[in-house]
């Protein structure tokens, strides 16, 4: 049973919350937040909100119209682990001042609650199911700087191949056992360091509400690990998605280790992902499953995917919203790289997962996403895009998506010109949004607004990084 405004404040109460932490995402995807006594907080801010300077904020207002609003979300309070005073936090959706508080439409948690009306009032289906595979590296030390005359980037993982032959000395012996690149995947200790570190992480999200089904050493050697969640409903899983990457990141940190979800901190090695599992069902229906369809898909699905695939350029404006993310979006590394879908094929943009036949189990797995994305914006893009396709009955087969079932690495090049690819870059990808977002506007779910804010700031993050030296840039041309 979902909680009250009451409910919360009576569950601060018998948990001795000292403080009220409200959080909420601003539009590049990261969690901000403000404290306040919990002796100051009272159940008129569940109505009346709690003004913040929306100025301040990555993607929100001008200094001009800086006065905002926070309104707290009581389902989602809990104790947070890592305060040392009893802090009591909650997502927070963000709202213009005034006595209507109309909810502000660059929050993208509201583009998310928004996704979930549309879908009910087209009648399709009730319920939009998100899984992401949120990947991530767990480093002993990181360091990097980027300054006029300086270009530097360290990283270390103790238990990463390059240190083999690493001198010990008397308090840190170098005790081998370390893994090889792409050989991640599985390995048991004392080759895998992070099991213990990882089952904290896993211990404290399902202490904070977050079901979790598994967590594992992932395939790169430094230090890559998945932690899976269970499925929920859109907005549901965008919030425990961030509070996913915070709990990783602080229990590393209380480690005295550092983690990441940069989709690719590695030469040589693969990227993190965030690899998105959606179904829609119409009550206690699962919609996407027919045991006589390619691999056990409805037709729905298949218009899904082809809308899914269709827009998938554009998509990824969002997705893998990052000028690193296109450094792991490349042929090989597992990288999903290729516009069609398959059953069991990982290097398909869509992958239909085969482990069930349960119709409860099918659903499509949309692999180019990677965990620097804003949640609430990816998942309603994704929906957008799938409903899109069925709305005007795209059927993937026939625009030339598939399904490839063979290795498309090891196809002629013949053959693989047939294949259409993701964009090779952030700014391509930013260019098939300004092309192709009109399914995103569909009951107003995204506004130009936003769009165009986004689409300005990064493209101000790519310029930075297109104005900036590398180190590889050094080596290949200083001798010239």
């Known amino acids: 049973m979902a909680m009250t405004p009451e409910d919360a404040m009576q569950f601060a109460r018998e948990q001795g919350a000292k403080m009220v932490d409200v959080r909420f995402c601003d539009v590049p995807g990261t969690w901000q937040h403000f404290s306040i006594p919990f002796s100051s907080f009272g159940l008129d801010a569940f109505t009346e909100g709690i003004g913040f300077d ?25 104790m ?5 005073v009893p802090t009591l936090t909650m997502v927070c959706d963000v709202a213009q001042p005034g006595t ?4 502000y439409t660059r929050d993208p948690r509201y583009v998310a609650r928004k996704a979930e009306e ?3 009032s087209i009648g399709l289906a009730d319920t939009a199911y998100f899984g992401p595979e949120a990947e991530f590296f767990i480093f002993d030390e990181a360091r990097f700087t980027s300054t006029a005359n300086e270009q530097s980037v360290f990283v270390d993982s103790d238990e990463a191949h390059w240190n083999s032959g690493r001198v010990g000395t008397a308090g840190a012996p170098n005790l081998g056992h370390r ?17 213990d570190l990882r089952t904290e992480m ?12 598994a967590q594992h050493h992932e395939v790169a050697a430094a230090g890559q690990c998945e932690i899976d969640m269970r499925f929920d409903s859109l907005t549901r899983m965008a919030d425990k998605l961030l509070l996913y990457k915070y709990i990783v990141k602080n229990v590393a940190r209380r480690a005295g280790k550092t983690a990441t979800f940069m989709p690719k901190p590695i030469f040589g090695d693969n990227g993190s992902g965030m690899h998105v599992h959606v179904s829609l069902w119409k009550g206690e229906t699962p919609l996407f499953a027919d045991e006589e369809g390619y691999a056990g898909l409805s037709e729905m699905a298949r218009m899904f995917i082809g809308g899914l695939l269709t827009h998938a350029p554009s998509i990824l404006a969002l997705a893998a919203s990052t000028t690193n993310s296109y450094r792991r979006l490349v042929p090989g590394y597992e990288a999903p790289v290729n516009l069609v879908f398959s059953q069991r094929n990982r290097s398909a943009a869509v992958r239909i997962p085969m482990y069930s036949d349960n119709p409860k189990a099918k659903r499509i797995e949309f692999r180019p996403p990677d965990p620097t994305a804003n949640p609430y914006l990816t998942f309603s893009a994704i929906l957008m895009a799938g409903l899109d396709g069925v709305k ?18 090891e196809m002629c090049p013949a053959e693989k010109r ?4 993701v964009p090779g870059s952030l700014d391509e990808s930013l260019d098939a949004l300004e092309a192709d977002h009109e399914y995103l506007l569909a009951g107003d779910v995204f506004t130009s607004d936003l769009l165009e804010k986004y689409v300005e700031m990064k493209r101000e993050q790519a310029a930075e990084v297109r104005l900036r030296p590398s180190p590889l840039e050094f080596v290949l041309y200083y001798d010239a």
């Not at 209507?100 to 909810?103: G, T, V, Y």
């Not at 005007?392 to 690495?409: C, H, K, S, T």
Request: proline share 11%; net charge negative.
């Open 80 to 84: 947070d682990p890592f305060t040392a």
């Open 179 to 195: 893994m090889r690149p792409k050989e991640g995947y599985f390995p048991l200790a004392p080759n895998d360091t992070l099991q």
């Open 202 to 213: 896993a211990l404290t999200m399902e202490a904070c509400g977050i079901p979790v089904e």
């Open 392 to 409: 005007r009955g795209i059927v993937p087969e026939e625009r030339g998506y598939g399904p490839v079932d063979r290795n498309i690495y």
């Open 100 to 103: 209507s508080r109309e909810p």
């Open 418 to 421: 047939e294949i259409r690819s």
């Open 118 to 120: 549309y879908l009910k």
């Open 54 to 78: 929306g100025s301040s904020i990555r993607g929100f207002q001008q200094i001009n119209e800086s006065d905002m609003l926070l309104i707290p979300d009581p389902t989602t309070a809990i």
